[in-house]
């Protein structure tokens, strides 16, 4: 599959342990994919690979675009396997299951790359209970910041950027009740689910020196619901309580967090 996309980005943020830049983005894409399906047995198996070439564009946020324009050009790699049993109506996840993912990007015009890496693990449990743990590992070289986070941090902190993070996870997944409540074929909630999560982070300094715990543990409500009876939409709301210190005065031990979940992709593949 041929595959082609732009995005521009305004006022995005970075920030680490030291300093806080705002700044503009645009990216231009061109690549392919090679979608696979090996599904035999009692299980799907789907593996996916491809490359992408990205021209980017990044300037300071509230300055002159050509006062502070710097492009670059780079190359995405990406690679993932999946393989799982397959699902009831009522299942939140797979009884059984896994998923592999790694991605690298590297600049074709001077030094910098970037490495993540993600892994999910479904367990079964009592009923249709889900048991799920989760992974991830983002390297990155301390040269630039031109690759955005793709990191997803502990819940309930802030967004740090580090040249190396990791991150263990432990979700329970369980199903409260099941409404089957609409109104005028506008909005339809079919189910409340719950889940009970614990986080477990690791940041680095830039010369690997010296490494910080993120920490926290909380719970989720989450309404899977349907708009007009077709499309599917799963929001939510999170309780996060953080037990460390974190890198900003925001993120302090002990503090309680309340988070209002969106889908980040309205229209499924």
């Known amino acids: 599959m041929i595959n082609a996309g732009a995005e521009y980005i305004a006022n995005r943020t970075f920030h ?31 593996l996916n690979l491809g490359s992408d070439y990205v021209l980017n564009q990044t300037w300071l946020a509230h ?21 799982y049993l397959p ?46 743990l989760s992974g991830s590992w983002q390297e990155t070289d301390t040269s630039n910041v031109i690759f955005s986070n793709r990191f997803a941090n502990s819940r309930g902190y802030d967004e740090y950027y580090f040249s190396r993070m990791w991150r263990a996870s432990v979700n329970y997944h369980f199903p409260i009740a099941y409404p089957d409540f609409g109104f005028a074929n506008i909005y339809y909630l079919q189910r409340l689910r719950g889940n009970l999560f614990y986080d477990f982070t690791k940041v680095y300094s830039r010369k690997k020196t010296a490494s910080r715990n993120l920490r926290s543990v909380g719970a989720e409500l989450y309404f899977d619901s349907k708009f007009w009876n077709e499309l599917p939409v799963s929001f939510g709301v999170r309780a996060s309580y953080l037990l460390d210190d974190g890198f900003s005065s925001a993120d302090k031990k002990g503090k309680t967090w309340f988070e209002f979940i969106v889908p980040l992709n309205l229209i499924p593949n």
């Open 16 to 46: 680490d342990s030291l300093r806080t830049i705002n700044y503009n983005q645009t990216e231009i894409s061109l690549g392919y994919n090679i979608p696979l399906s090996f599904t035999k047995g009692v299980t799907y198996k789907f």
């Open 63 to 83: 300055t002159s675009k050509d006062s502070t324009k710097q492009t670059y050009s780079y190359l995405r790699h990406f690679i993932s396997w999946a393989q």
């Open 87 to 132: 699902m009831a109506k009522q299942h939140i996840y797979p009884k059984f299951g896994y998923t592999l993912t790694g991605q690298y990007r590297h600049l074709l015009t001077r030094t910098g790359f970037q490495f993540l890496g993600t892994t999910q693990l479904f367990l079964p449990s009592i009923a249709n209970h889900s048991i799920v």
